[in-house]
């Protein structure tokens, strides 16, 4: 037991922290869907106070009147595997993240780290994959998300 713990303790000290993986540091999108990043599901979910938003041609709040519909996920879950294509589908059939469709699809990987644990703690996250809706409008006037499941 000794010798493996030291070979892995080695392993990971020779390791070039330049070939580590990148911590996703903005909010992506991908077609339709829009992953999102820690600090813009924290935003939606109103846990920061702090807008992500950059100014974007003077438009500073232009993403804040967006409703956000949310795939709670894990990378090993095979459930969350099988609905991600539908999921994708009806954000392009319904245009997500366009001002006509005033809506965007994300996805957030609950177990990229333990803050994304975290922060999927907090929005009452028990399985996978869990599908939330979070409306702008609720922001500014209750503190009512959806929560419910689906099984």
Same mark, same amino acid.
Not at 103 to 122: I, W, Y
């Given at each position: 037991l000794f010798s493996i713990l030291c070979c892995c303790i080695t392993t990971t000290i020779g390791v070039d922290p330049s070939a580590q993986p990148k911590v996703q540091t903005k909010t992506r999108r991908h077609e339709s869907l829009d992953h999102l990043n820690l600090d813009t599901l924290a935003y939606y979910l109103g846990l920061q106070s702090i807008s992500p938003f950059e100014d974007l041609d003077g438009d500073e709040n232009k993403d804040l009147d967006y409703d956000v519909a949310v795939l709670f996920y894990a990378q090993w879950d095979q459930y969350s595997h099988a609905l991600a294509p539908y999921w994708n589908k009806i954000a392009v059939d319904i245009g997500a993240g366009t001002? *006509?469709?005033?809506?965007?699809?994300?996805? /957030?990987?609950?177990? /990229?780290?333990?803050?994304?644990?975290?922060?999927?703690? *907090?929005?009452?996250?028990?399985?996978?994959?869990?599908? @939330?809706?979070?409306? #702008?409008?609720?922001? *500014?006037?209750?503190?009512? @998300?959806? #929560?419910? #499941?689906? #099984?």
């Open positions: 001002k *006509k469709s005033k809506l965007v699809m994300g996805l /957030f990987d609950c177990e /990229f780290d333990t803050e994304h644990s975290e922060l999927c703690t *907090k929005a009452g996250v028990k399985g996978y994959p869990t599908m @939330q809706f979070i409306a #702008t409008s609720n922001k *500014k006037n209750s503190n009512f @998300q959806d #929560t419910d #499941t689906l #099984t």
